[in-house]
T-cell receptor
């Protein structure tokens, strides 16, 4: 089944403890993105990647890192999480402009 | 910064009625996408509009794009309960940059 897989689905962590949210897609898509969803703000793009080793900042990149060493994987790294990063995170991939994103199931992160 | 505004933010409509959701954006773009999100779920791609005047239809939903007016509409015809969800438009800028609207929460009541 074509899908974007994120892990974990739920995560509670403490301020300052490094964490990684994994994202993997099995559709050979070139484009991948990370979004955060907050009430009243819609989805905001954190980072995106247009191919292996090609990444760029989205609208709200502060406090996040990404890497794209392989086409299928696009992990999101929070080096020192803070409470304002408590949010619902989505990874998404697409093959090109003719298609919309395929989204992962989401990761609900709480930083205390 | 590209701004995307959706109207209305909340919409409660009776089954069988028609309604339109509007998506306005602030800078030039010729690619617009519509998504649906059910409560507690992920987003699902509905429509991809790639040029001025583009119109796409699927069941009771029809989306259109007017790039000159910087406006996209999502029209709902004869609403049914299954259409209750939050609908997002997203505008493509350069490369892989996207800007989402804040969403329209639609509730269809019997």
């Amino acid at each position: 089944e074509a899908q974007v897989t994120q892990n974990p689905r739920y995560l509670i962590t403490v301020t300052g403890k490094k964490l990684t949210v994994t994202c993997s897609q099995n559709m050979n898509h070139e484009y991948m993105s990370w979004y955060r969803q907050d009430p009243g703000l819609g989805l905001r793009q954190i980072y995106y990647s247009m191919n292996v080793e090609v990444t760029d900042k989205g609208d709200v990149p502060e406090g996040y890192k990404v890497s794209r060493k392989e086409k299928r994987n696009f992990p999101l790294i929070l080096e020192s999480p803070s409470p304002n990063q408590t949010s619902l995170y989505f990874c998404a991939s697409r093959s090109g402009d003719l298609y919309g994103y395929t989204f992962g199931s989401g990761t609900r992160l709480t930083v205390v | 910064e590209l701004k995307v505004e959706q109207n209305p933010l909340f919409l409660s409509m009776q089954e069988g009625k028609n309604y339109t959701i509007y998506c306005n954006y602030s800078t030039t773009s010729d690619r617009l996408y519509w998504y649906r999100q059910d409560p507690g779920k992920s987003l699902e791609s509905l429509f991809v509009l790639l040029s001025n005047g583009a119109v796409k239809q699927e069941g009771r939903l029809m989306a259109s794009l007017d790039t000159k007016a910087r406006l996209s509409t999502l029209h709902i015809t004869a609403a049914v309960h299954d259409l209750s969800a939050t609908y997002f438009c997203a505008v493509h800028k350069a490369g892989n940059q996207f800007y989402f609207g804040t969403g329209t929460s639609l509730t269809v009541i019997p």
